[in-house]
């Protein structure tokens, strides 16, 4: 199967297993930013919001709450955490760099605990950001409530192949990503 089909029965599949899908903005590249590996900075209706690639978390690129949780639960010096941070980071950044126009799809009404908007995001020189991240190596997915987890989230296939081939974070940094994944994250 080709991957361009195989990267669309991926995100049918991921849609139709996220609840309350109610909208889809579509907003140019030029107002779409990389805060860190997850999380993008976009204008949607006059305001500037942070948006969180749904279903994935990547490592923190720098100090905040989420790192202290990290460096705790792992172990992991800091800088080791950061340099897996910045690395996923780039990644995305790369990602968008490919070109826009830029599809969210996403529930107004629903964001994380850090106030972020949740959304699947596809460019057109990049497909699905959120599946590019797994893919390529420098995501895990990250189940946000219990329907997520009962579903047969076809992305854990996704990470798992990551992780067994070695791409991105689990072969340039596979000790230091191994012990950020945890047990807490989905294998």
Do not use: C
């Not at 760099?97 to 699947?120: C, I, M, V």
């Not at 189940?143 to 072969?171: I, N």
């Amino acid at each position: 199967m080709n991957v361009s089909v195989l990267r669309l029965l991926m995100l049918a599949a991921i849609l139709l297993t996220t609840p309350s899908v109610r909208a889809e903005i579509t907003v140019t590249l030029a107002k779409v930013e990389v805060e860190d590996g997850d999380t993008l900075i976009v204008e949607l209706d006059g305001r500037t919001e942070r948006v969180q690639l749904m279903g994935i978390d990547a490592p923190e690129d720098k100090g905040n709450a989420k790192l202290q949780r990290d460096l705790e639960r792992t172990g992991l010096e800091a800088e080791a955490l950061l340099l897996i941070g910045k690395a996923a980071t780039e990644h995305l950044q790369a990602l968008v760099d490919r070109g826009g126009p830029f599809a969210l799809t996403y529930d107004p009404t629903r964001r994380d605990r850090y106030g972020r908007l949740l959304a699947e995001v596809s460019g057109a020189g990049a497909g699905s950001l959120n599946i590019a991240m797994l893919e390529d190596g420098y995501a895990v997915v990250l189940l946000l409530d219990d329907a997520q987890a009962a579903a047969d989230d076809p992305r854990r296939g996704l990470q798992r192949e990551a992780v067994a081939t070695r791409r991105g974070l689990w072969g340039d940094h596979r000790e230091t990503a191994l012990a950020w994944r945890g047990k807490k994250l989905s294998r």
